[in-house]
């Protein structure tokens, strides 16, 4: 069609030869000497590429369009290309393949597409699209490209090309390994699809280049596997618990909930109790450190739902290491009770050694132990090598076996696992953390960096000493961050980069803890972490664009938690609140009230909804008969 009205000619120049011909982009190309054969000639042409008589590269179909344009996209582009290849479908028995830009509206149009959504670098591109379908006569309604700014997560990579680069190199067990950030990757460790919903819900859509923290992403998780999850107990590391005074051969039966109390949803389950226990080995220290706030020589905890038990003494293997510790229980504390108030160290989780399920435990972590794993282009060197821990012989209660693949699980005091159905399908019992319990990454990153070397007092100077050794001596000293940013971060739970400009800039770091004390005051309260962020970048940005200095800030602390908190209680989106935030910098005011004035605030009810699609429609009478 396009041929045939004279909109498209096959063009015999070379790859170099059309770019030369195309120019540069301030000055004007030149027209091709073939783009003036005539529909027949381009026919004959196009039939004989599509029947493999030309080799490759020997000639292209071109639209032809304006070799002026100041759009480099529209001096006569490329449609179709000579390539013999085997495709899997037909073969070798079609030798011409279409190009990107050629396609996508013609099968957007095809597919009954409205709005086809972009990334930014296809801006360019939204002008031939549109022009293809014109030129075609594509009839209205016809597709729209639109275009936003691609989701960038920390901690990751997004891009299809270097997530390939870590498939094909096995870094990673496929494009579905449950560290991946693809749609299989995030399916197969066990996020639900409400979760990345609300996760896009709330960052929103925005045409301005990003980074998003994916602690969101994560705390979102949390905040929908919560009430969704049912609790149960696991061992991961297990450590075998005698109780000497348990009457031989009894079992006894607790009734545990499913939920805590503050979910509003009913469930129990049968535990048994047994005197060969399973426990947690992170949970008995030999020799434990001040502050030990579990099992130990001599120390008293509870047993979740049990009984309070003391360590009476401690079992050893050849090499010295611990095996089994023996303890006492008090039957006076059946279930929570506590004679005379007696304090105890803390609660362990437990199993019943002789009615434990087997299972096999996945700890799914990060996949890059960076912040910004491809600020340098070296991202395969940043992986984090502790993303993923098999652990077999883990030991769950007897509530599990009853299981169905595709069931999410809080494991008590361990996070949320998901019991995978490709595993099942394999015979195998095995959960897949989706997330912890908190955010406690801050502290696994810290532990991913090499620990700096113990520096000795200092000696006397010793004469044999060279002034090479010194040098030596002086760049061997990690460089560390200083120390106000290293409290401020470890404080408040803080990135690097965030607790680094609020160190710097005392006046946002005045807001920010005048934000955070108002912060703590709401319901649900808005996390300093957030907070930060959003002081250290979004707040910044508004700043620099409206040219005002941060002395002359018309908003407060305050002011700005209520913003962040509006949009935690789910009244205002994310991007609602960033728009709102560049009002609140020139102007100032309470956000609550701006919300009201200008009517933000989200609706969810679909009776109000209907009534103001309806007065719109009712208001566009004309357009809506137009566009139908």
């Known amino acids: 069609q396009l041929v045939e009205a004279g909109k498209a000619y096959v063009d015999d120049l070379s790859v170099e030869e059309i770019r030369e011909f195309r120019g540069p982009w301030n000055e004007p190309g030149r027209e091709s000497p073939f783009r003036s054969r005539t529909a027949e000639e381009n026919l004959d042409l196009l039939r004989r590429m599509r029947a493999g008589e030309l080799a490759d590269g020997a000639a292209v179909l071109r639209a032809k369009i304006d070799m002026t344009a100041a759009n480099m996209k529209m001096r006569d582009p490329l ?9 899997y479908r037909r ?8 190009m990107y830009d050629f396609i996508h509206p013609l099968s957007d149009a095809f597919e009954g597409i409205t709005h086809s959504l972009c990334t930014l670098e296809f801006e360019n591109n939204r002008e031939l699209y549109d022009w293809l379908l014109a030129a075609v006569e594509w009839p209205e309604p016809r597709p729209r490209q639109y275009e936003f700014a691609r989701l960038n997560l920390n901690y990751t990579v997004m891009s299809k090309r270097k997530l390939l680069e870590l498939v094909e190199a096995g870094l990673v067990a496929g494009w579905d390994d449950p560290r991946m950030p693809t749609l299989a990757g995030l399916r197969r460790r066990g996020y639900p699809p409400s979760a990345i919903r609300a996760f896009c819900d709330r960052i929103g859509v925005t045409k301005a280049n990003s980074t998003v923290d994916v602690a969101l992403l994560e705390h979102t998780v949390r905040e929908d596997l919560n009430t969704e999850a049912p609790r149960v107990l696991c061992v991961l590391r297990r450590l ?3 109780i000497e005074n348990w009457p031989a051969d009894t079992v006894e039966t607790f009734e545990a909930p499913f939920w805590p109390h503050d979910v509003p949803k009913q469930g129990s389950r049968p535990l048994p109790f047994t005197g060969e226990l399973w426990i947690e080995r992170d949970d008995f220290a030999e020799q434990p450190l001040p502050g030990w706030h579990r099992l130990a020589p001599g120390a008293e905890v509870r047993l979740r739902y049990a009984y309070l038990v003391r360590c009476t003494e401690v079992v050893k293997d050849d090499r010295g290491e611990v095996v089994e510790v023996r303890c006492t229980y008090d039957p006076e504390t059946r279930g929570g009770a506590r004679p005379g108030s007696r304090e105890f160290l803390g609660t362990l989780h437990w199993v019943s050694a002789a009615h434990a399920l087997d299972v096999e435990v996945r700890l799914y972590d990060r996949l890059f132990g960076d912040e910004q794993p491809d600020a340098d282009g070296e991202f395969r060197r940043k992986l984090n090598p502790g993303s993923l821990q098999v652990l077999t012989g883990c030991k769950a209660e007897p509530t599990l076996a009853e299981a169905q693949p595709g069931s999410r699980f809080q494991f008590e005091r361990q996070g949320y696992f998901y019991f995978e159905p490709e595993a099942a399908a394999e015979g195998k019992r095995a959960f897949n953390r989706i997330v ?7 502290r696994q990153a810290q532990r991913l960096q090499p620990a700096p ?5 200092a000696a006397p100077a010793s004469p044999r000493r060279t002034a090479a050794a010194a040098t030596t001596a002086r760049t061997a000293q990690p460089v560390a961050e200083p120390a106000a940013v290293t409290a401020l971060r470890d404080a408040h739970d803080l990135t690097v980069d965030a607790a680094r400009v609020l160190v710097a800039q005392p006046l946002l770091r005045r807001l920010f803890e005048d934000g955070v004390a108002a912060g703590a005051t709401l319901r649900p309260p808005v996390a300093p972490r957030t907070l930060a962020n959003w002081v250290a970048s979004e707040l910044q940005r508004e700043l620099e664009a409206a040219g005002i200095d941060a002395a002359a800030l018309q908003v407060g602390g305050a002011a700005l938690a209520e913003l962040l908190g509006l949009v935690e209680e789910g009244t205002l989106s994310a991007t609602a609140a960033k728009a709102l935030l560049a009002e609140l910098v020139r102007r100032g005011g309470s956000p609550r009230a701006l919300v009201a004035e200008r009517g933000l605030a989200q609706v969810s009810d679909e009776a109000a909804l209907a009534g103001a699609v309806d007065a719109v429609v009712a208001r566009e009478a004309a357009n809506v008969a137009a566009y139908r």
Do not use: N
């Open 79 to 87: 449609l179709y290309r000579i390539r013999h290849a085997e495709h």
């Open 91 to 98: 073969g070798t028995s079609w030798c011409i393949y279409p």
């Open 240 to 242: 075998k618990l005698v």
């Open 436 to 442: 912890t319990l908190k955010d406690t990454w801050a």
């Open 453 to 457: 070397p113990r520096v000795a007092p």
